[in-house]
């Protein structure tokens, strides 16, 4: 059936499974494609609960964690034809291009940090070391990335026009507006498609952004506002769960701080002098080489690189 496109799918409601008739199917090597349910009042209070303890029936009647997995998630997708949902799939987010993620320390926290969001990279980069990669023969593109701010649980990350023009995912897609553009001025802020549609956040709105990663931050800059300039079309990928800001907008935040933290309770905050505004360092960076060799020669002559 499958080959005529033609799918099984559980569809557990209120009713709509036998045990009489399931056991004897899977016993005889025939897997559902896909499990879903039917939730509603009547089936939650009832036989089925809910999708985990569907799951559960036919894990019990001898499907394997891996196979009931893949039936509430990668399958279904190819079902409606959504192949890259229903999976984590780092292919799908990491620039396709020969790339690199750079910073001292590297590795896998950096990967899950810089790309998906998740957790933070163990040290910063200097400004300088950076420039001297942007400016290496051998590289084509350099993104530069910094972090340590969130906006109601999203993370904050700074950059600069090299994301939107460079950036790629699933292989050859390019980010792309729903609506306004990049940011162009210190207090510019860019949206991704689920920040936008989840905080109900428009264009032209004023947003105060936190210091930290937490949820509820017990620091906000309220005297700095940012003011939405755009929103990414939605990508499925984790650019979707982040906001965007210029560099100089992450330095304009932290202006006046000092190792970090901010002035103390009733000290007087400095006011801020945008021609004092400097990059000094950030949290990583992205880069693509000119060429797969390219790639090789760099990462074998600095320690600062991770493939």
Not at 48 to 69: F, Q, R, S, W, Y
Not at 114 to 127: L, R, V
Not at 147 to 163: E, W
């Amino acid at each position: 059936m499958k080959k005529r496109g033609i799918y099984c799918d559980v569809g557990h409601g209120g009713g709509s499974f036998a045990w009489t008739v399931a056991a004897p199917i899977i016993r005889g090597g025939y897997l559902p494609d896909s499990i879903s349910t039917d939730l509603n009042v009547g089936s939650m209070n009832n036989g089925m609960k809910d999708l985990l303890n569907v799951a559960d029936k036919l894990m019990l009647l001898g499907e394997t964690i891996p196979e009931v997995v893949a039936e509430m998630t990668s399958h279904p997708a190819h079902e409606i034809g959504q192949e890259q949902l229903g999976n984590l799939s780092v292919r799908e987010s990491v620039p396709e291009n020969p790339t690199c993620v750079a910073s001292r320390g590297g590795g896998l926290p950096l990967l899950l940090s810089s790309i998906f969001h998740i957790g933070n990279a163990s040290n910063s980069i200097s400004w300088d070391t950076y420039q001297h990669f942007a400016r290496h023969p051998a590289v084509a593109w350099t993104i530069p990335i910094s972090m340590g701010d969130s906006y109601h649980g999203y993370r904050v990350l700074a950059t600069d026009d090299n994301f939107y023009s460079h950036y790629q995912y699933r292989r050859d897609k390019s980010l792309s507006f729903a609506q306004g553009h990049a940011p162009e001025g210190i207090f510019d802020v860019v949206l991704g498609a689920e920040v936008g549609q989840r905080l109900h956040d428009h264009m032209g709105e004023q947003i105060v952004l936190a210091h930290g990663i937490e949820d509820k931050s017990i620091f906000n800059h309220l005297t700095t506002p940012f003011t939405v300039v755009g929103i990414l079309a939605p990508t499925a990928t984790p650019v979707d769960r982040a906001v965007y800001i210029t560099l100089l907008g992450d330095e304009a935040m932290h202006f006046g701080w000092s190792g970090g933290t901010p002035p103390a309770i009733g000290e007087a905050s400095p006011k801020l002098d945008p021609s004092k505004l400097k990059i000094d360092e950030i949290t990583c960076f992205l880069l693509g080489a000119k060429s797969r060799v390219s790639t090789l020669y760099l990462t074998a002559r600095d320690q600062h690189l991770q493939t």
